[in-house]
């Protein structure tokens, strides 16, 4: 059922924030979820192993140098400073 939001909350799908007054499809058991779920940056970059992240020149996400400057290994990508702090901003809390 197509609902307009009237309280921030998270999608069930992709875990990504649903704002206030925002169109999104509501179903019992299931609860709220964006009507298209956003892409995430995530979703689109390449995996690789240790070995292989510590040679990459550019962010996988955003394309931007790492040589030079702050640059982040998470899990399985290598990110610019901005990136990560995106990343850490949409995770949930572990307790």
């Known amino acids: 059922m197509l609902i307009t939001n009237k309280y921030a ?7 990504h924030l649903i704002s206030v007054d925002e169109q999104c499809n509501w179903e019992k058991a299931i ?24 040679t990459l020149k ?10 030079k400057g702050d640059k982040y290994i998470t899990c399985d990508n290598r990110v610019c400073e901005k990136c990560f702090e995106e990343s850490i901003a949409h995770a949930k809390p572990l307790f």
């Not at 909350?9 to 875990?15: F, M, R, V, W």
């Not at 009507?35 to 070995?51: A, G």
């Not at 550019?58 to 040589?67: F, G, P, R």
């Open 9 to 15: 909350n998270d999608c069930s799908k992709c875990k």
């Open 31 to 54: 609860g709220i979820t964006h009507i298209t779920c956003p892409k995430s940056l995530r979703d689109t970059s390449r995996s690789y192993k240790y070995k292989k992240l510590i």
């Open 58 to 67: 550019k962010c996988q996400w955003c394309k931007a140098d790492v040589t």
